[in-house]
């Protein structure tokens, strides 16, 4: 338990790394006192964000393997070699068996985590899905008041589940590799209509044809989605993340996607939206952790797997039932009424 939060947010305020990956862990921890700190923490962040606040969120998501953590070093050394201060958040998967995450992305990250300008937080997933970490939108609001205004989230990038990543940040790049057969997903939705920008990596060598043909592709499949950004046509870019090539050109369309982003109000408006989701998503997840770990509904579900046990009843009867029960707990004697 933190003794002092005013102190210990001072302690943050003034650079302290150590304090600062303190509070993360107190943000990711879901104990009661910890949680009640938290808050209070979170709170005094979001009164010392700037009022003319120009950080970016950007979500950076794809397959294993196709260099997001190398990309994310490059971009990230590029950035602060402008004078730019970077936050990298993680999302590692958790295992349904073990329920462990490794985290080790810093080892892939060695320049960013060793700069005194980069803070690189490795997360686990937990069991929630969407590409994001239950405390990630909270993480992030931590390093925006510190005075990161890049902010990098590099999702668990397991495919067509990354929408929650796209609506908790402003803006969304999509990595992949040259001739690892993603050229035919392009023509489809899900996960490359989120795309802001894509970006083809590891075109250098034998495999900066099979590149230049990812990118055709993608260009071509991108007339038939319609954008999700006011104001902005998705960019189709190739690099080598590893060679270093290809990073500038990353930076600057990063650079116009955000002036392009932030004309006028838009900010403001879309980090209402962000907001608003953000509460909606998470309130969510609490619900419905209370309500399946309710005493009544685990009782009922215990009584009707007993009894499927002996094919007494019907799996999808009992299923049936258990919601009915839910909806008994929810809205009181209007059950028949839904």
């Keep these: ?11 943050i305020m003034k650079g302290d790394r150590v304090a600062l990956g303190q509070a993360m862990t107190l943000v990711e921890s879901e104990r009661y006192s910890d949680r009640v700190e938290a808050i209070q923490l979170l709170e005094l962040c979001h009164q010392h964000l700037p009022a003319r606040d120009k950080s970016i969120r950007m979500a950076i998501s794809g397959a294993p393997g196709v ?5 994310i070093e490059a971009l990230g050394l590029k950035a602060i070699a402008q004078g730019h201060k970077v936050g990298v958040i993680t999302i590692d998967p958790t295992s349904s068996v073990s329920h462990g995450s490794i985290l080790g992305d810093k080892l892939r990250m060695p320049g960013l985590s060793v700069s005194p300008d980069a803070f690189v937080r490795s997360s686990a997933a937990g069991s929630v899905l969407g590409g994001i970490g239950r405390r990630s939108f909270e993480l992030m609001t931590l390093l925006e008041a510190v ?3 890049i902010i990098l989230l590099e999702t668990v990038g397991v495919g067509q589940s990354e929408h929650i990543a796209w609506q908790l940040t402003d803006g ?8 690892g057969g993603d050229e035919l997903q392009g023509i489809k939705r899900g996960i490359t209509e989120l795309a802001d920008i894509v970006i083809i990596n590891k075109a250098d060598g034998s495999l900066r044809d099979s590149a230049a043909i990812s990118k055709s592709h993608y260009q071509n499949a991108i007339h038939y989605l319609a954008p999700l950004r006011n104001n902005w046509d998705p960019k189709i870019l190739m690099c080598s993340a590893l060679k270093n090539e290809g990073i500038d050109e990353f930076w600057d369309v990063l650079r116009l996607y955000m002036d392009t982003r932030w004309y006028a109000n838009q900010k403001e408006i879309e980090r209402n939206r962000q907001n608003h989701f953000w509460i909606s998503w998470s309130i969510g997840i609490t619900a419905n952790q209370l309500l399946v770990n309710h005493p009544v509904v685990q009782q009922k579900l215990r009584e009707r797997l007993s009894g499927n046990e002996n094919r007494s009843i019907p799996i999808f009867k009992a299923e049936y039932e258990i919601e009915e029960v839910m909806k008994e707990l929810i809205v009181p004697s209007t059950t028949n009424n839904i």
């Design 1 to 11: 338990m933190v003794k002092d939060i005013f102190t210990f947010f001072s302690r």
């Design 172 to 179: 969304f790049v999509l990595v992949l590799q040259p001739g």
């Design 67 to 71: 260099g997001k953590s190398t990309l």
């Design 147 to 149: 005075g990161y205004d």
